[in-house]
């Protein structure tokens, strides 16, 4: 089956950069969209980046722009979110998630058009 792992996460200081790593098994990941999503306490879980199999085409909710930046190796079934310049507000459980595309090029931002999940790393950046 479907496996997702996140590793990564962790307590840093505003300013301060982070890399999430989401390793896959179970599944060709050459043949998955891939994407991660994020849950403050107290709210609902929300998009923050996606990826296509290619790896070409990438998206990111407007409040991580030029900040954060995701890449997959395809070859090492693992996908990454580099997070820069990292703020309080970016605290929060950041799930990776994976779903089959014929599509070499599509993204999928929505959580629904995911149906594989990781458990969650825990991000926590101080003030």
């Known amino acids: 089956q479907v496996q997702l792992v996140e590793f990564g996460g962790g307590l840093v200081q505003t300013g301060d950069s982070l890399r999430l790593s989401c390793a896959a098994s179970?599944?060709?990941?050459?043949?998955?969209?891939m994407g991660w999503f994020r849950q403050a306490p107290g709210k609902d879980r929300e998009f923050v980046a996606a990826?296509?199999?290619?790896?070409?085409?990438?998206f990111y909710t407007e409040s991580v722009k030029g900040r954060f930046t995701i890449s997959r190796d395809n070859a090492k079934s693992t996908v990454f979110l580099q997070m820069n310049s990292l703020k309080p507000e970016d605290t929060a459980v950041y799930y990776c998630?994976?779903?089959?595309?014929?599509?070499?090029?599509?993204?999928?931002?929505?959580?629904?058009?995911?149906?594989?999940w990781g458990q969650g790393t825990q991000v926590t950046v101080s003030s």
């Open positions: 990826i296509s199999r290619s790896g070409t085409n990438t």
């Open positions: 998630a994976a779903e089959y595309s014929r599509l070499v090029d599509l993204l999928i931002t929505s959580e629904v058009g995911y149906g594989h």
């Open positions: 179970g599944l060709t990941f050459s043949l998955y969209a």
